[in-house]
């Protein structure tokens, strides 16, 4: 089962507005990754972050992580028309490759 | 650049056929995975396989089998395909505990 939560599930927004996601996860973890996926093709890796940080920033997109709440959000400020995706956040289990992966935030922005 | 690589973008097979599905990668990852993505469910882990010859079940296995001779290949079969196995599969591999890296996906139907 799914162990990994986005909120929201679905999130539309205006290009030029920032959107943000929500992560929750139950398990201990070494990092926590968020993906994009674009309608009809694969996951792309977008951000990792590790469980000593608590911010990190790539361009526009800002992760932050609460370990104490086992929570993360992205945030990705500026929206484009092209950032329309789905986004998911994942947790490998510690020292292994197997990760459990969120339902998505299906993100549409509108020009 | 890394590159993981399914055979098939789209793939059309009948009720009761063997259906293989392949994947290869050529980034030397020792991690491997199958997983079928459905509307409303999210991504899940079908096998996995750690190693050459290795293969651990994920959470829904039935109906499938897989095959990793070599490294960069890892093979899904579906034994005796049924309708409810049309679905989008996803290839991704990995090291470690570092993000994984998918392909495309292999829109799978089942008449």
């Known amino acids: 089962s799914q162990q990994g939560e986005e909120d929201p599930q679905a999130l539309s927004i205006q290009e030029g507005e920032n959107a943000t996601m929500n992560c929750s996860y139950k398990?201990?973890?070494?990092?926590l990754q968020w993906y994009r996926q674009n309608s009809g093709r694969g996951l792309v890796h977008l951000i990792l972050?590790?469980?000593?940080?608590r911010e990190k920033h790539s361009g526009r997109l800002r992760v932050t992580l609460d370990t104490s709440k086992k929570s993360s959000s992205l945030l990705i400020t500026a929206s484009r028309a092209a950032d329309t995706a789905s986004y998911f956040c994942?947790?490998?289990?510690?020292?292994?490759?197997?990760?459990?992966f969120g339902d998505g935030t299906t993100l549409t922005v509108k020009p | 650049d890394v590159k993981v690589t399914q055979s098939s973008r789209y793939l059309v097979k009948r009720t009761g056929e063997k259906v293989f599905l392949e994947c290869v990668q050529d980034?030397?990852?020792?991690?491997m995975f199958w997983y079928r993505q459905d509307p409303g469910l999210g991504l899940r882990l079908i096998y996995f396989?750690?190693?050459?010859?290795?293969?651990e079940k994920g959470d829904i296995p039935e109906g499938y089998s897989v095959s990793r001779e070599k490294k960069e290949r890892f093979s899904l079969i579906l034994e005796s395909a049924s309708t409810n196995q049309t679905s989008m599969y996803l290839c991704a591999s990995s090291s470690r505990d570092q993000p994984q890296h998918f392909g495309d996906g292999t829109r799978l139907s089942i008449l």
């Open positions: 980034m030397d990852h020792e991690n």
């Open positions: 396989s750690y190693d050459v010859k290795m293969k």
């Open positions: 994942a947790t490998p289990a510690p020292n292994a490759g197997k990760s459990t």
């Open positions: 398990t201990s973890i070494n990092n």
């Open positions: 972050i590790r469980s000593n940080e």
